[in-house]
């Protein structure tokens, strides 16, 4: 699924309607059919074009189409937890993310997810074990260390976080704007802004200090859903 190439990146029954109902996090059971895994793939596929499309809602809802038809999916669990994190539905991410890596523990999208839920939760130092799992499982994961350096942004070490920015940056140039910025920003300035909690938010606290036009280019990957996986990012 080149959209969740989360290594460069950031892929019950059946429902009903697409709604944004969600099968539960239950993937050790089931079974499933050729016929429906293609299909859970199909659904996987949509829940990526809602993502790229900031419609988080419709996400979750293929997705969980996809986990119906193929409970055994790790790809459609760790979708599913990267709308739900970035919906704010951080319990439900955290659990499908668990879902997901109990499938397959390096399955990048659950590794991914967890570690952004848990920087949304403001659990810094568990986002940081998480991203240190993600580039465990791959060491070249750009995402994982902008994880990182959200984790270590919010427990105010701002040198780790200039560090793990570069590295993110060394991996994958989507990154570099970020890194650009990040360096650019006067000391006292708190580096949160490159770590939205809505991409809205990161558009409008990176206008505010006038950085640099190609921070625009980060913007448009910000807002481009496959970075949020492998990444790139975010």
């Known amino acids: 699924l080149e959209h969740w190439d989360v ?6 029954s059946s429902l009903g309607t697409i709604s944004g109902s969600r099968s539960p996090a239950a993937p050790l059971g089931g079974f499933t059919t050729p016929r429906n895994s293609l299909q859970a793939v199909t659904y ?14 419709l996400a ?7 986990i119906g038809l193929d409970p055994r999916s790790a790809d459609a669990y760790g979708r599913r937890a990267l709308a ?19 499938i397959d523990a390096k399955n990048l999208a659950g590794l991914n997810s967890r570690a952004s839920a848990l920087n949304r939760m403001g659990r810094y130092k568990d986002a940081l074990a998480a991203a240190d799992a993600t580039i465990s499982a791959d ?9 990182r350096a959200m984790a270590l942004n919010g427990l105010r070490d701002r040198p780790g976080t200039l560090a793990e920015l570069a590295q993110a940056a060394a991996l994958d140039s989507r990154y ?11 000391e006292e300035k708190d580096l949160a802004f490159l770590f939205p909690e809505e991409e809205l938010a990161a558009a409008k606290a990176l206008l505010a200090v006038r950085a640099p036009s190609s921070s625009r280019r980060f913007l448009n990957s910000l807002w481009g859903w496959p970075s949020l996986i492998g990444m790139p990012i975010a």
């Open 7 to 12: 290594g460069a990146e950031p892929p019950s």
């Open 44 to 57: 996987i596929r949509q829940a990526d074009r809602f993502m790229s499309l900031g419609d988080y809602a």
């Open 60 to 66: 979750i809802a293929n997705a969980s189409r996809a």
């Open 84 to 102: 739900e994190a970035r919906a704010g539905r951080h319990l439900e991410a955290l659990d499908d993310a668990a879902a997901s890596l109990a």
């Open 139 to 147: 060491p070249r994961n750009a995402y994982a260390r902008y994880m």
């Open 176 to 186: 570099e704007a970020a890194d650009a910025t990040a360096r650019a920003a006067p």
